[in-house]
């Protein structure tokens, strides 16, 4: 089976109050931005995406913003519930081609 | 829509035993990518395909590890021999000319080398 690995970060929230996960990217040249939510036994869910000419868009109880001058990336969700509980993704492209550099992870608790 | 499908979804096999997951990406999609995902490496992108030709496969471990893709609605990611080393979840990925960076994936198969 697999060896012990590290543990990811983790966010632990009350239900009802908001969460706020960040992301930190090293390439100055990506272009285009998402968070994907991984809930235990699946595959990551594409929840929303950002590009560089924006530095704030939002969906359902969704909010991402980009702050490209410290190369940040932050996904807030609203009136967190329990259903959000998952693993959190940042990925960027660089849009020289399709590929997605994604990042370690946080783990997102929601306390009931 | 179906989604990403892939098979199996569990696969048990002993080392030195070949392994065949299998994907069928989304109707219309035209770029294919393989990831593994372990605790130790998180997402780990193997190959990925554009309009079945095989475009980058920098990050496939070694020879052991093969893809294909004979067509527009079918991959198959072969390892031979595996090793418990590749116990891993791999997935595959879709995405379509429109909307080229944003990936779909499929739910995975979770596989064990004992």
């Known amino acids: 089976g697999e060896s012990v690995g590290l543990h990811l970060p983790t966010l632990s929230v009350q239900e009802g109050d908001n969460s706020i996960i960040n992301c930190a990217y090293s390439n100055s040249a990506s272009d285009y931005f998402i968070w994907y939510k991984q809930e235990s036994g699946k595959g990551p869910q594409f929840i929303i995406d950002?590009?560089?000419?924006?530095d704030k868009r939002q969906g359902q109880r969704v909010t991402v913003l980009l702050n490209k001058t410290v190369k940040h990336l932050s996904l807030q969700i609203a009136a967190t519930q329990p259903g959000d509980s998952a693993v959190y993704f940042c990925?960027?492209?660089?849009?020289?081609?399709?590929?997605?550099?994604f990042g370690k992870g946080i783990t997102l608790s929601v306390r009931p | 829509d179906a989604g990403v499908i892939q098979s199996p979804r569990h696969e048990v096999t002993e080392m030195g035993q070949e392994v065949t997951l299998r994907c069928k990406p989304i109707?219309?999609?035209?770029?294919l990518f393989w990831y593994r995902q372990t605790m130790m490496r998180g997402l780990e992108l193997l190959i990925y395909f554009n309009n079945n030709v095989p475009i980058d496969d920098s990050g496939m471990p070694e020879d052991r590890f093969s893809a294909k893709m004979p067509n527009a609605s079918f991959s198959t990611l072969k390892i031979q021999p595996s090793e418990p080393r590749d116990s891993a979840v791999y997935f595959c990925a879709t995405n379509s000319r429109g909307r080229r960076e944003t990936q779909y994936f499929g739910p995975g198969t979770r596989l064990l080398v004992l």
């Open positions: 950002i590009r560089s000419n924006m």
């Open positions: 109707s219309g999609h035209n770029s």
């Open positions: 990925a960027e492209n660089t849009g020289a081609n399709s590929k997605l550099t």
